[in-house]
Structures are given as structure tokens and as C-alpha cells.
T-cell receptor, first 113, second 113 residues
Framework: QQQVKQSPQSLIVQKGGISIINCAYE??????FPWYQQFPGKGPALLIA?????SEKKEGRFTISFNKSAKQFSLHIMDSQPGDSATYFC????????????FGEGTQLTVNP | GAGVSQSPRYKVAKRGQDVALRCDPI?????LFWYQQALGQGPEFLTY????????KSGLPSDRFFAERPEGSVSTLKIQRTQQEDSAVYLC???????????FGPGTRLTVL
């Protein structure tokens, strides 16, 4: 059972453009929604995270938008740069139950110079 | 300070061999997680430790998989009688408390021939 669905599978954006990655979840008990960035040969690294008591969180060029009623959340990368080229994973967890993360399938982002 | 380290980084095993994968979490981190990442997929939860106690092992795919963290620090994931479907990257993550950010290691890439 895929509890977190992520789209698109791959994304190509021009330098300076906006990258948008979407995720949908099924389990309404989830209460923590992080985004991770992974480069080849490396482990995932936390980019930004949100909890359902807010609808948007911004950190630098990265913004999470959260829609609790639709059970959807998205990552926006403004002014995308070639160095942002990586695989991005959304995830969700129930923090009161040991914080195990359920990941989406991943989006391979390529930012062309 | 040092991040999460894992060893070996690469492991090739013949089908039927036993393997042991090591994780050194960030010093003082209470929580430790193991995930399995198949090629082109998001990480999938295997097991969770809070200090030395294994609180959740529901993600272990079979009784061939065993994990321990005897002193609440270093952890070892052991796979007995490896099969080809065990080929994956095994990621370890640690967290300072029982909630919040998980910091991932670089992973161990296991290839079973």
C-alpha cells in the first residue's frame, strides 16, 4: 500500500525557473511532512519540513504548501539552479508513533543551465 | 561534528552468504532507524531503536533480517542467507530525540550475486 504518492517522476526546468513537486497522502494521522534532497551516492538530507497547523512554510528559495483537507502538499523551488539537480523525496510520519518516515517514490529534478 | 557514518559503503555477497552492516549514529542521538532503498525508489522503513530498545521492527521483510543496538549507540543490521532481492542501499538515520529531524548516513550498497 503506497501511503504517499509523489509526482512527477522526473522534472526538467531551466535555470531561474520554478520547480514544483507534488505529494498526496492517505493516512490522516500523519502529522509531520518533510522534504528530503538526495544526490547520487549520498544519503537523503532534510530540506524543509512542515506540520499541519500551518498552510505554508518558506525557507530561502524553498517553500512547502500544505492543504490538509485535500491531503496534499507540494514543494516549490524558486529560481532553480543547476546545483539543485538531485532527487527529491516527500515523506510523512506520525510523530507520536516513533517517527518512522513513509517516503514518496521520488522526483528526479534536472535544472538546465 | 561528524555525521552518521556507515560501513562498509559497498558490499558484494554471494547468494546464501550472511552480511553485517554497521551504523555509527551522531553521538548522543537517542533514535536510530534503518531503511532499505531499492534502485530508483524511495527509502522504506525497516526498524527503529530508541536507545538500546528495538521499539518497531515491523518493516523487516523476513526473519533473515536482524538488527541490534546493544549499548544504545552503534547499530548492526544483519542479513542471513542473502537473496538477490536483498540487493539495495541500506540507509541508517539518527535523531536527537524521539521526534523531529532524521539525519541520514551515506548508506551501504549491497549487491547479492
Amino acid at each position: 500500500q503506497q501511503q504517499v504518492k509523489q509526482s512527477p517522476q522526473s522534472l526538467i526546468v531551466q535555470k531561474g525557473g520554478i520547480s514544483i513537486i507534488n505529494c498526496a497522502y492517505e493516512n490522516t494521522a500523519f502529522d509531520y511532512f518533510p522534504w528530503y534532497q538526495q544526490f547520487p551516492g549520498k544519503g537523503p538530507a532534510l530540506l524543509i519540513a512542515i506540520r499541519p497547523d500551518v498552510s505554508e512554510k518558506k525557507e530561502g528559495r524553498f517553500t512547502i504548501s500544505f492543504n490538509k483537507s485535500a491531503k496534499q502538499f507540494s514543494l516549490h523551488i524558486m529560481d532553480s539552479q543547476p546545483g539543485d539537480s538531485a532527487t527529491y523525496f516527500c515523506a510523512a510520519s506520525k510523530e507520536t508513533s516513533g517517527s518512522r518516515l513513509t517516503f514518496g517514490e521520488g522526483t528526479q529534478l534536472t535544472v538546465n543551465p | 561534528g561528524a555525521g552518521v557514518s556507515q560501513s562498509p559503503r559497498y558490499k558484494v555477497a554471494k547468494r546464501g552468504q550472511d552480511v553485517a552492516l554497521r551504523c555509527d549514529p551522531i553521538s548522543g542521538h537517542v533514535s536510530l532507524f534503518w531503511y532499505q532503498q531499492a534502485l530508483g525508489q524511495g527509502p522504506e522503513f525497516l526498524t527503529y531503536f530508541q536507545n538500546e530498545a528495538q521499539l518497531d521492527k515491523s518493516g523487516l521483510p523476513s526473519d533473515r533480517f536482524f538488527a541490534e543496538r546493544p549499548e544504545g549507540s552503534v547499530s548492526t543490521l544483519k542479513i542471513q542467507r542473502t537473496q538477490q532481492e536483498d540487493s539495495a542501499v541500506y540507509l541508517c538515520a539518527s535523531s536527537p530525540g524521539t521526534l523531529g529531524t532524521q539525519y541520514f548516513g551515506p548508506g551501504t550498497r549491497l549487491t547479492v550475486l
